[in-house]
C-alpha cells in the first residue's frame, strides 16, 4: 500500500485501526445515517415526507366499459360524503350520504331529501342523524313544525332554539316578513325590492292557503278573490310599515270592510252605477273571503294562533325547532295551518340570509329544512299541495337544503291526477331519497316516480314485516326493518344499510316517550307472571 492509500485510508477510516475493521465501522455508520424511505417520502429533513398520500383518480363504468382495463380496476364503493348512515348489508363497506355535502360535492343535483317509511321502521332516526352531521360541520338546522316532538332534544342538546306554537300559549303571524325584516333596508335598492316581491308573494301563499282551510273551499279567481287579498295584503303592508310593525290578518280585514278606490275599480267594472250599488256588488265579491279571515280570528277553529303577533322570533344563529306537540292530534286541520305558516316563516328568515351575507352584513349561513308528516298537510286539504310546492321549489338557488319526510305513496295520491303529479314531484326532484319498509301494493305507483330494480322493490317489502315475540322470552320484538333502509342518489342503484343509534342519539330521540312508562309497566307485568 502507498503513503497516499494510507493517507487516504486514515482519513475516511480513522488512524490506529487496521483496514477492515475501519471498514465495517464507517459503512455501518454510514447505514445509520441514511434515511429510510417510507410510503410518503424519506425520513429526513427535505426528504419529502408528509402526512397524507394523495389517492389516484378513479372512474366508475360499467364492465363492458372497462373491460379493457383489468385486471387494472376495482369495485365501486358508495362515496364517503356526508352523514355516517351505517353498513352496507350486502358488503360491509360504510355508507354515507346527506343533501347539503352531497351537493356540494356535485355527486346529486340539488340539496333536497325525502324520507319514506311505514311507522316505526324509524324515519326521523335518518333525519336526526343528517342533523347532527350537518350541525357538526357548521350548518344550521330549521325543523318546520315539530308534532311530537322529534327534534326539539337534537336541536336543544346543540344549542339551538326551541319554539312553541300553540293556541293559548305563543302565536306566529302569518304575515310576519321574517326576523330579517330590520336589515333588509340595508341591501341595495334591486335586492330590496327583490326581497319585498318576495315576502308579498310568501304572505299571500301563506294567508291564502289558511283562508281555504278555514273554509273547507278553494278561493277562485271567477271572483278575483285571489287577486282582491292580494291588493289587500299589499295596502296593510304598507300601513303597517308606516308604522314600524308587521302587518296582521286585521290589518287586511280592515282594508277589505273599508276598500281603497283601486280595489273597487278592479271588481265592479261599471263605472255608470251609482256608489250605493258598487259597494253591495263589491260586498258580495268579497264576502266568501271576508269570512275566510274571519274564521282566523281568536274564535275562530285555529284560536289565537295567528291573529297577534309572533310571540317570539326566529335566531338567525343557530338551529331553530318550531315545537307544535302541544296542539292536539284530533286537529289536524290546526296542526296543518300552523305547519303551513311554521314552514312560510322558517323559509323567510333563511332565505333573507343569503342577500344579507352576500352584502357582508352578517355570516354566511346555511339551513337544512326538516319538514316532517307531510301526509298531515295533504290530508287536512288538498289544496295546500300548491302552498307547498311554491315553498319548496326556491330553497336551491336560496341556499337552502330541505328534507320532505311521510310514510307511503298513498300520501302523495291525492283526488285528480292534476294534484298527485304536484305531490308526487316533490319525490321526483328530490336528488337524495331514503326508502325504509314499505308495503308490496306501494310498488306500482312508487316505480312510476323512481325507477327500481325487483331486488330493490323485494327489499322494501321485506322490510315492511311487523315485529313478533320472543317465545323463549316473552318479549315483543321490533320490527325486522327498523333501522334498515335503502339509499338511492338520482336514479342510481340503491346501497342498502343498518343504521344502529348511539348512547346520545337514543338519549335526545326517543319517539315512543309518550308510551315508556306504560311498556316499562307491561314488561314487568309480564316477567312477574
Not at 253591495?280 to 274571519?294: A, C, I, M, P, V
Request: include cysteine.
Amino acid at each position: 500500500m502507498s503513503l497516499v492509500d494510507k493517507l487516504v485510508d486514515g482519513l475516511a477510516f480513522g488512524w490506529g485501526k487496521n483496514k477492515e475493521g475501519q471498514q465495517n465501522e464507517a459503512l455501518e455508520a454510514r447505514e445509520k445515517k441514511v434515511p429510510t424511505l417510507t410510503k410518503y417520502g424519506y425520513e429526513r429533513p427535505g426528504g419529502g415526507a408528509c402526512g397524507w398520500v394523495e389517492a389516484p383518480v378513479e372512474y366508475q363504468a360499467t364492465s363492458r366499459q372497462t373491460a379493457g382495463l383489468w385486471p387494472f380496476c376495482g369495485a365501486a364503493s358508495s362515496p364517503l360524503v356526508g352523514a355516517p348512515l351505517g353498513r352496507n348489508t350486502i358488503n360491509g363497506q360504510i355508507t354515507c350520504g346527506d343533501p347539503i355535502s352531497l351537493y356540494i360535492k356535485g355527486i346529486v343535483s340539488a340539496p333536497s331529501g325525502f324520507i319514506m317509511a311505514l311507522n316505526g321502521r324509524g324515519k326521523s332516526t335518518i333525519a336526526v342523524r343528517w342533523a347532527l352531521s350537518l350541525i357538526d360541520a357548521g350548518f344550521l338546522i330549521l325543523v318546520l313544525g315539530d308534532l311530537k316532538p322529534d327534534y326539539a332534544g337534537v336541536v336543544k342538546e346543540t344549542g339551538g332554539q326551541v319554539l312553541t306554537v300553540a293556541p293559548g300559549l305563543s302565536a306566529i303571524n302569518p304575515l310576519d316578513a321574517g326576523p330579517a325584516w330590520a336589515l333588509l333596508e340595508k341591501l341595495p335598492p334591486k335586492m330590496q325590492a327583490a326581497q319585498r316581491s318576495e315576502i308579498h308573494n310568501r304572505r299571500l301563499n301563506t294567508l291564502r292557503g289558511l283562508v281555504e282551510l278555514a273554509l273547507g273551499d278553494v278561493l277562485t279567481e271567477k271572483k278575483n278573490e285571489g287577486t282582491v287579498l292580494s291588493m289587500a295584503i299589499r295596502h296593510a303592508s304598507e300601513k303597517a310599515e308606516s308604522e314600524d310593525r308587521q302587518p296582521l290578518v286585521s290589518d287586511v280585514q280592515d282594508v277589505l270592510r273599508d276598500p281603497p278606490r283601486d280595489i273597487i275599480d278592479m271588481l265592479v267594472f261599471d263605472p255608470e252605477l251609482d256608489e250605493k250599488t258598487r259597494n253591495r256588488k263589491y260586498f258580495e265579491l268579497t264576502e266568501t273571503l271576508q269570512r275566510g279571515l274571519n274564521s282566523l280570528g281568536p274564535e275562530g277553529p285555529f284560536g289565537d294562533v295567528f291573529c297577534r303577533e309572533t310571540t317570539e322570533p326566529m335566531r338567525l344563529d343557530r338551529s331553530v325547532s318550531f315545537d307544535v306537540s302541544a296542539i292536539d292530534e284530533a286537529n289536524g286541520t290546526l296542526r296543518a295551518a300552523v305547519q303551513l305558516v311554521c314552514w312560510s316563516y322558517g323559509q323567510a328568515g333563511a332565505s333573507a340570509l343569503k342577500d344579507l351575507a352576500s352584502e357582508g352584513l352578517i355570516p354566511e349561513r346555511h339551513h337544512l329544512m326538516i319538514m316532517d308528516e307531510l301526509w298531515q298537510v295533504l290530508s287536512a286539504d288538498e289544496q295546500l299541495v300548491h302552498r307547498v310546492n311554491a315553498l319548496t321549489k326556491l330553497n336551491r338557488t336560496k341556499g337552502l337544503g330541505q328534507v320532505l319526510i311521510t310514510h307511503s305513496m298513498k300520501d302523495l295520491q291525492l283526488s285528480t291526477p292534476a294534484l298527485t303529479s304536484i305531490a308526487t314531484g316533490f319525490l321526483e326532484r328530490s336528488s337524495v331519497k331514503v326508502f325504509g319498509g314499505l308495503a308490496r301494493n306501494e310498488m306500482a305507483d312508487l316505480t312510476q316516480v323512481v325507477p327500481m330494480s325487483q331486488k330493490e322493490q323485494d327489499l322494501l317489502v321485506s322490510l315492511s314485516a311487523e315485529g313478533g315475540v320472543d317465545p323463549k322470552t316473552n318479549r315483543t320484538l321490533p320490527p325486522p326493518g327498523r333501522g334498515r333502509f335503502l339509499l338511492k342518489l338520482g336514479e342510481t342503484t340503491g346501497s342498502p344499510f343498518y343504521m344502529n343509534l348511539t348512547a346520545m342519539e337514543r338519549k335526545i330521540h326517543d319517539t315512543n316517550e309518550a308510551w315508556a312508562n306504560s311498556m316499562a309497566a307491561h314488561r314487568l307485568e309480564r316477567e312477574m307472571a
